[in-house]
């Protein structure tokens, strides 16, 4: 167990540093949007600590600003998939599986969180059985039994797609299609500052570490999750 612990502590430490600066952005860094053309890319000092852009704004604060955007994204798209899997996967799970498969087959919307709920077989555990043989109506088996079995694997999942929506919004961005440019977002960042990498690097570097420092502290804590609620990893340690 204690192996396992690492991974769910530094990623997940990563991950709450990561919201608490951008919560607190205003509070130490420039204004981001703020423009001014005879600082253009100028190299880092103590007015700019990460140099500037081709527009002469602070990367440092849009950097740090970014940050707002990657997390909101990755957190609203892991939470609405969890929670619109969670529900579809109950009701697959227990009672009308063949009909609700067969319309996810067709939208396949949210596939990892749904089969990875649906495919639990959660109805078939002997604790379902004795429950229904003492009695117990369908909603208290959902909520006592079934619900309480879902969350591990739900929260691995939804970890991993965090960090896939992330790298989305980083993707679209970059090709122009994700947040409008004014707005600042590690891939519309790094896209306006590819032509000026050799000029100043950190507007590239900046946001580009901070993308992977993200996705990777995600990682770390899908990975830990999935190895603390895994049994089959519990017994070959």
Not at 27 to 56: C, H, I, V
Not at 83 to 98: C, K, M
Request: net charge positive; charged share 15%.
């Amino acid at each position: 167990m204690a192996r396992r612990r690492p991974r769910v502590f530094i990623g997940g430490g990563l991950l709450a540093l990561l919201i608490v600066l951008a919560i607190a952005a205003p509070l130490y860094t420039g204004d981001p949007l703020n423009t001014d053309p005879f600082k253009r890319l100028q190299p880092p000092s103590a007015e700019m600590w990460l140099g500037s852009d081709s527009l002469g704004r602070d990367v440092f604060a849009r950097t740090v600003f970014g940050t707002r955007v990657s997390l909101l994204v990755g957190l609203i798209s892991a939470t609405t998939a969890a929670l619109s899997g969670l529900l579809i996967g109950l009701v697959a799970g227990y009672s009308v599986d063949s009909i609700v498969m067969r319309v996810m087959d067709g939208l396949m919307s949210i596939p990892t969180i749904l089969l990875a709920i649906a495919l639990v077989s959660l109805r078939e555990r002997p604790y379902v059985d004795a429950a229904l043989c003492g009695g117990a109506r369908l909603p208290k088996i959902v909520w006592r039994h079934i619900l309480p079995s879902t969350i591990p694997p739900l929260m691995v999942q939804s970890a991993n797609l965090c960090a896939g929506a992330i790298l989305t919004e980083a993707g679209l961005s970059f090709l122009g299609a994700g947040v409008p440019p004014e707005i600042p977002s590690w891939g519309n960042m790094i896209a306006s500052s590819s032509l000026y990498l050799a000029i100043a690097p950190m507007t590239v570097f900046a946001p580009g570490i901070c993308l992977v420092i993200t996705v990777l502290a995600v990682n770390l804590l899908g990975d830990g999750l999935r190895d603390l609620f895994d049994p089959r990893s519990k017994r070959r340690r």
